[in-house]
C-alpha cells in the first residue's frame, strides 16, 4: 500500500514537475500592436488551383518608386505569430521609409523550401510558393504601382529558407533577401536548382541555436520533424559570397558594444561589401537562439537567447536601403 502511495506521488511530482517546466519555457509574454498604425488588409488572391491569403500594410505615405518587403513566418506560425516576434517593428520602419508591407501566409503555416528532407504539407504537395509571391507582387504593382524591382524577401527560420530559394532560383524577382535563424540545406538536402546568379544577401543567427545550428548538421524541431542536414552559417554566407565574385576573407568585421547589463550575448558582423557586386553580410549572435533580435518581444525560453544590442528589423531594413540607393 505505502509502496503505491510512493509511486502515485512520484508520478503526481513528474507531472507537476513538467507541466511547471513546459510553463517556464514555453510560455512568452503578448505584445499589443501599435495603435497609431495602419489596419492590416487581409487579402484573397487565387493562385492556379488554390487561394492563398496574405495581409497587407500600406503605410500613410509610400515613397516613389514604392519598395515591397515582404516578411515570411517560421513553421507553424500565423502572421499573427511573425507579426510580434518581429516586435511589430517592421510595420514602425513601413510607416519611417514608405514601404509597402506584406505578411503572406503559408500552406499549412509552412512554406515549401529547398529542404528535400522536409515532409510538411507544403513540400509533399509541392506548393508553388514562388508563383505565390510573385502573383502578390504583381498584385501590388498594378494596384498600388509599387515597384517591381524594389521587392525584398525577408524570412524567419521555414521563412528564412524560402527566402533562400528565391535567392536560388528567381534572383531576378528579388532586389535583396535577408534569413534569420535558416542556413542553407547541405549538398545532400538540396531540391532547389542553383540558378548560379548572385544577390544580396544578409543572414542573421544565433550560435546556440536549437532548431537550426550554425555549425550545421541536422535541422529540427528539438528533435522532430526533421529537416535534413544544413551547412553552418558561415559556409552558407560564404557561398553567397562566393557567387557574388568576393574571394577570401570579408572585407568587415564589426563588433557591437552591449551596452544592456541583463543580455548575456555578444554580437558581430561579417560584410562582404563591394560597389560593383551584392552585398552579403552574416550577422553571429553569441549565445543567441532560435530568435529575431529585438527589443520588444521575449519569445518562449526553449527557442533560447534574445539579442537586446541589435534591432533584427532595423538592420535589415537598412540593409534593403543600401541596395536601393545602389539602384539610383
Not at 247 to 276: L, M, V
Amino acid at each position: 500500500m505505502l509502496k503505491q502511495k510512493i509511486i502515485r506521488l512520484s508520478i503526481l511530482f513528474a507531472t507537476a514537475a513538467g507541466i511547471i517546466s513546459l510553463i517556464y519555457y514555453g510560455y512568452a509574454p503578448s505584445v499589443a500592436p501599435p495603435t497609431n498604425h495602419a489596419t492590416l488588409q487581409e487579402i484573397t488572391l487565387q493562385v492556379g488551383e488554390r487561394q492563398r491569403n496574405y495581409s497587407l500594410y500600406i503605410p500613410k505615405q509610400l515613397a516613389e518608386h514604392t519598395p515591397v518587403v515582404f516578411m515570411l513566418h517560421g513553421s507553424m506560425q500565423s502572421v499573427a505569430d511573425i507579426r510580434e516576434f518581429s516586435g511589430y517593428q517592421f510595420e514602425q520602419l513601413a510607416e519611417q521609409h514608405g514601404f509597402v508591407l506584406v505578411y503572406p501566409s503559408g500552406y499549412g503555416n509552412h512554406w515549401n523550401d529547398c529542404r528535400k528532407i522536409a515532409s510538411y504539407t507544403a513540400r509533399t504537395e509541392n506548393i508553388d510558393d514562388l508563383g505565390f509571391i510573385d502573383a502578390i507582387r504583381q498584385q501590388l504593382h498594378t494596384r498600388l504601382g509599387t515597384d517591381l524591382n524594389k521587392t525584398f524577401i525577408a524570412g524567419y527560420s521555414n521563412g528564412g529558407q524560402l527566402a533562400f530559394r528565391f535567392a536560388l532560383e528567381r534572383p531576378n524577382s528579388v532586389a535583396a533577401i535577408a534569413a534569420i535563424a535558416a542556413n542553407l540545406p547541405s549538398t545532400s538536402n538540396l531540391d532547389c536548382i542553383e540558378s548560379g546568379v548572385a544577390v544580396p544577401v544578409l543572414m542573421m543567427n544565433g550560435s546556440e541555436d536549437p532548431v537550426n545550428p550554425y555549425y550545421g548538421g541536422q535541422a529540427s524541431l528539438f528533435g522532430f520533424g526533421a529537416r535534413g542536414d544544413v551547412k553552418s552559417a558561415v559556409t552558407s554566407a560564404e557561398y553567397f559570397a562566393n557567387l557574388a565574385g568576393y574571394r577570401g576573407s570579408p572585407s568587415e568585421i564589426k563588433h557591437f558594444k552591449n551596452t544592456q547589463a541583463n543580455d548575456p550575448t555578444s554580437s558581430k558582423y561579417y560584410a562582404w561589401r563591394d560597389r560593383s557586386r551584392p552585398e552579403v553580410i552574416l550577422y553571429t549572435i553569441t549565445d543567441g537562439g532560435h530568435v529575431i533580435p529585438q527589443p520588444i518581444y521575449r519569445p518562449p525560453r526553449l527557442l533560447g537567447l534574445t539579442s537586446l544590442e541589435i534591432n533584427g528589423p532595423e538592420e535589415i531594413w537598412a540593409f534593403f536601403a543600401r541596395q536601393l540607393a545602389k539602384q539610383q
